[in-house]
């Protein structure tokens, strides 16, 4: 079992290098947040990186982070750290799980909105 952890741990390394390093980082330092709205159901993750707090949407591939903006969205990366972080963060169970009342979906949604 040891052997195929570290056999993972080198492949996902080589496919995603300095990214993955700074992801398993992040889930180190209990950056990773799942937010869960009753009784709707609705669900948000929170990545917390180096310039602050962003929104990972997993099911549409998407982060609110400039890295996503201009690597990711440009094809010249495939997922950013926050992403990974969250991916990896959900399969090793190793996330902060935290549930509001529907009513205070507005109130952490907003600090992801700009105004331009």
Not at 5 to 28: C, H, P
Not at 29 to 35: A, F, L, M, R
Not at 47 to 55: D, F
Not at 67 to 90: E, P, T
């Amino acid at each position: 079992y040891q052997s195929f952890l570290e056999t993972l741990d080198k492949k996902l390394e080589d496919i995603f290098g300095e990214r993955y390093r700074k992801a398993m980082s992040l889930i180190g330092e209990g950056s990773v947040k799942c937010y869960i709205f009753r009784p709707s159901g609705r669900v948000i993750w929170e990545v917390k990186g180096i310039s602050g707090a962003y929104q990972v949407m997993p099911h549409i591939n998407f982060c609110s982070c400039d890295d996503y903006y201009f690597r990711v969205m440009d094809a010249k990366k495939q997922l950013c750290y926050h992403l990974i972080a969250q991916r990896l963060a959900y399969a090793l169970n190793r996330f902060e799980k935290t549930e509001f009342p529907d009513k205070d979906y507005g109130k952490i949604t907003k600090r992801w909105k700009v105004i331009k």
